[in-house]
C-alpha cells in the first residue's frame, strides 16, 4: 500500500510565504502531484515532481526528494484567496499508477 | 461546457435504498475515476476504468458498481445505501501519461443518508 502523511491545518498571513510538507512511502514511485481544492469545490491540479528538485509556476513552487520520500509545497506573497485545503498525491506501480491522496492540508490565510 | 460533469450536485436518500450518480466528460479522456471523500476531507480511489480495464479498489463494498456505456460516461450505482456511505463523491477522468496523469474533477455529489 501507499501512506502519504502532510499535516492537517496551517496557518499563515497574507503576503507571507508558507511551506506545506508531504511525505510518502510506496513501491515503484512514479510522481508526486499537487492539487488545491476550495472548501465546497472540486480539487484543481496545481503541479507534478518527477525527479528531484524544484518546480517553479508563479507564486506556487513544489520541490521532491525522492531518496527521502518527502516534498513540498511552497506558495509565496500569500493571498487570501489562497485560503484552501492542498492535496499531495502520489502515482506509483504499488498503486496502478492511480493517483492516491494524502488526508490533505487545510490553509488558512489571514489578514 | 464544463468539462467533468456530474448530477446531482446534492442526493439526500433513506437507508436501504438504490441510487446512481451520473458522470459525463468533454475532455476526450479515455480514463475515468470514481473517488469518496468523507467529512475528514480524505480522498480516496473507489474505481479506475478505462475502455479495457475496471481497477476497483479493494474496500470498496460490492454495493458500489460502476457503469459505463461509452467512454464519455461513467455512472455509478449504489445499492443499500448506509449511513456509512454519506460522503461527498468526485468523478474525475484524464489522459494517459504513462502514470502522470492529471486529473480533472467533477464538482462533486454530495450524498446524504438517513
Known amino acids: 500500500g501507499q501512506n502519504i502523511d502532510q499535516p492537517t491545518e496551517m496557518t499563515a498571513t497574507e503576503g507571507a510565504i508558507v511551506q506545506i510538507n508531504c511525505t510518502y512511502q510506496t513501491s515503484g514511485f512514479n510522481g508526486l502531484f499537487w492539487y488545491q481544492q476550495h472548501a465546497g469545490e472540486a480539487p484543481t491540479f496545481l503541479s507534478y515532481n518527477v525527479l528531484d528538485g524544484l518546480e517553479e509556476k508563479g507564486r506556487f513552487s513544489s520541490f521532491l526528494s525522492r531518496s527521502k520520500g518527502y516534498s513540498y509545497l511552497l506558495l509565496k506573497e500569500l493571498q487570501m484567496k489562497d485560503s484552501a485545503s492542498y492535496l499531495c498525491a502520489v502515482s506509483a506501480s504499488g498503486g496502478s499508477y492511480i493517483p492516491t491522496f494524502g488526508r490533505g492540508t487545510s490553509l488558512i490565510v489571514h489578514p | 461546457d464544463t468539462a467533468v460533469s456530474q448530477t446531482p450536485k446534492y442526493l439526500v436518500t433513506q437507508m436501504g435504498n438504490d441510487k446512481s450518480i451520473k458522470c459525463e466528460q468533454n475532455?476526450?479522456?479515455?480514463?475515468m475515476y470514481w473517488y469518496k471523500q468523507d467529512s475528514k476531507k480524505f480522498l480516496k480511489i473507489m474505481f479506475s476504468y478505462n475502455n479495457k480495464e475496471l481497477i476497483i479498489n479493494e474496500t470498496v463494498p460490492n454495493r458500489f458498481s460502476p457503469k459505463s456505456p461509452d467512454k464519455a460516461h461513467l455512472n455509478l450505482h449504489i445499492n443499500s445505501l448506509e449511513l456509512g456511505d454519506s460522503a461527498v463523491y468526485f468523478c474525475?477522468?484524464?489522459?494517459?501519461?504513462?502514470?502522470?496523469?492529471?486529473?480533472?474533477f467533477g464538482s462533486g455529489t454530495q450524498l446524504s443518508v438517513l
Open positions: 474525475a477522468s484524464s489522459h494517459p501519461a504513462g502514470g502522470l496523469e492529471k486529473l480533472f
Open positions: 475532455l476526450g479522456h479515455d480514463t
